[in-house]
Nanobody, 123 residues
Framework: VQLQASGGGLVQAGGSLRLSCAAS????????MGWFRQAPGKEREFVTA????????YSADSVKGRVIISRDNPENTVHLQMNSLKPEDTAVYYC?????????????????WGQGTLVTVSS
């Protein structure tokens, strides 16, 4: 079981970044996928998720309208396009898989986690 997140970096406020999460086929297949983030001194928080069966998406109010989650099934990859970035978006971003039902917002409902990729938004 592997999740490999990439695409983080330093960007100015108002800019964009695209994060990617590559998963093993076993992890990705039939798995709802999510992105979470954790800022220094704060708890891990939900960003967005996508269902495998119909690609429905769900996003936190704090990022709604600024993020787009998508999945590339043949490549076993999920992407997170983030636009109009703000300094408060600065965090380590984690992809998650193996959703076990319940609330997408609850990190405890996911079985597998990537190593995280750092996003820093400067003002």
């Amino acid at each position: 079981v592997q999740l490999q997140a990439s695409g983080g970096g330093l960007v100015q406020a108002g800019g964009s970044l695209r994060l990617s999460c590559a998963a093993s086929e076993l992890t990705f297949s039939r798995s709802d996928m999510g992105w979470f983030r954790q800022a220094p001194g704060k708890e891990r928080e939900f960003v967005t998720a996508i269902r495998w069966i119909d690609r429905s998406t769900y996003s936190a109010d704090s990022v709604k309208g600024r993020v787009i989650i998508s999945r590339d099934n043949p490549e076993n990859t999920v992407h997170l396009q983030m636009n109009s970035l703000k300094p408060e978006d600065t965090a380590v971003y984690y992809c998650a898989a193996g959703f076990r039902g319940g609330s997408y917002y609850d990190p405890n409902r996911y079985s597998y986690w990537g190593q995280g990729t750092l996003v820093t938004v400067s003002s």
